[in-house]
């Protein structure tokens, strides 16, 4: 069985989205923030955004979680060369949750205690690179119901 990331920026559904998803499969399912180490974890609830140093440590973990195969992983992956990193580590489909800025904020508005601040979205979203042509991903859009999210992934996942 392949393994799978559920990745976009905070706010898009990644962890209820993965978690629904490792259900309907069979899967494992991991939540990246989990995988934090505390120092990140305390950088992003300070309102600072994680560099590609901080990253690192993490992406390595997120990717030995995919490498045991069977396995979810709620990550945000913005950028190709994370991406890149875990999938030179783990063979994984990319599942990306598109969203527009003012419906990933009114989500984030209804997590007051989720470490993430809404202060970083705007970063984020300035840091996401889309999945590209040559990389091998699904996308659904998040203006759906977490139900139709869920369907739109399995259907196209059989098909791929």
């Known amino acids: ?3 799978y990331v559920v990745m976009g920026v905070s706010g898009c559904g990644k962890s209820s989205i993965g978690a629904a998803i490792a259900a ?3 899967a494992r399912f991991v939540d990246g923030d989990d995988l934090h180490p ?7 609830s300070r309102g600072e955004p994680l560099t590609d140093a901080d990253r690192a ?3 390595a973990k997120v990717a030995q979680e995919l490498a045991q195969g069977d396995t979810v992983v709620a990550c945000s992956a913005l950028k190709r060369k994370y991406r890149d990193q875990i999938r030179a580590q783990a063979d994984a489909v990319f599942l990306f949750l598109r969203g527009e800025r003012d419906t990933l904020l009114a989500r984030m508005a209804l997590r007051p205690d989720h470490f993430m601040p809404v202060s970083l979205l705007d970063s984020q979203l300035a840091t996401l690179e889309p999945p590209s042509a040559e990389e091998v991903h699904l996308v659904q859009d998040i203006e759906q119901t977490p139900a139709q999210i869920v369907a739109g992934f399995l259907e196209a996942m059989t098909w791929r």
């Open 38 to 44: 505390p120092a990140n974890i305390a950088k992003m």
């Open 24 to 26: 309907a499969i069979g």
């Open 1 to 3: 069985m392949t393994s």
């Open 57 to 59: 440590p993490w992406l």
